[in-house]
């Protein structure tokens, strides 16, 4: 049995930051959102260059919101020459938005006409809002999109899959810290590929605990724009400590 899907409650600050009212938190500034997801989340992965030695390059992200993140990393695996054959981007969604907020957001925040032009192209094939996983292929199926409507809490122990890198960015820790639990961290690690990597722009002390605690070597890094730290790092290991699934 799932659960029935609840959508985003997404409003817009008059610049037009698009935020969400339930979490109380923003998806992406309105300025430099493609920026940062560029800073913390393909260069705190160290992509392009990793995925150039792999046939699939797979990512994991908690969070798809408005898909900021998947733009900008379809974006630049077509800008590089030396780019993987495929690009596999999995991401839980526990509140989808609809195709009118998801465009209006994209307005908002988008200033990059090849990026746009991508965020067209998914708005066109925006699933339905209905519990479960959602299959989107681009480029001739050499980018695809497995998108998973469900709270990651409860679908991310049951994935089935390997991931070469993950992309924390469930809000943040203290306005939604189910997507930060030491168990729900620990489930990556199942799921990680050697020398997997991962980013989050959060540099939370619990955070960065519960990564080590789960085998990823977390260290800080420089943040973007007012962020002064994030967090990377790499899966090097076991987990350490043994954790109570049901904390
Ligand atoms: C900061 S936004 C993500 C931004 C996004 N990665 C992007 O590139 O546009 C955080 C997202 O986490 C989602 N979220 C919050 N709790 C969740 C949960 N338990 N399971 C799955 N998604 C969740 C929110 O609905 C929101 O879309």
């Known amino acids: 049995m799932t659960d029935p899907l609840m959508p985003a409650s997404v409003a817009f600050r008059e610049d037009g930051t698009p935020y969400s009212v339930l979490h109380d938190d923003i998806y992406h500034s309105a300025a430099g959102a493609l920026a940062q997801a560029r800073h913390v989340f393909l260069e705190g992965n160290a992509l392009p260059r990793r995925w150039r030695d792999a046939r699939t390059f797979t990512v994991l992200e908690t969070g798809f919101g408005m898909g900021i993140n998947f733009l900008t990393t379809w974006s630049a695996w077509r800008d590089d020459p ?17 195709r009118a907020d998801l465009e209006r957001a994209f307005d908002a925040v988008i200033d990059d006409p090849a990026l746009a032009q991508r965020a067209h192209d998914l708005a066109h094939v925006w699933p339905a809002l209905t519990p479960g996983t959602h299959a989107i292929a681009f480029e001739h199926d050499r980018v695809r999109l497995t998108l998973i409507f469900a709270d990651a809490v409860t679908a991310l122990p ?19 810290p189910e997507l930060w639990s030491p168990a729900l961290i620990a489930a990556l690690t199942r799921m990680a590929n050697e020398g997997a990597t991962l980013a989050t722009y959060t540099s939370a002390g619990a955070v960065r605990r519960a990564l080590i605690a789960a085998g990823f070597d977390a260290r800080r890094a420089p943040g973007f724009g007012w962020k002064r730290e994030m967090l990377v790092g790499r899966f090097v290991g076991a987990p350490t400590v043994m954790h109570d699934q049901n904390n």
Do not use: I, W
């Open 82 to 98: 030396q780019r993987c054959e495929t690009l596999h981007f999995v991401s839980l969604e526990k509140y989808p938005m609809t």
């Open 158 to 176: 049951a994935l089935d899959m390997r991931a070469d890198a993950f992309y924390l960015d469930g809000f943040s820790p203290a306005k939604n």
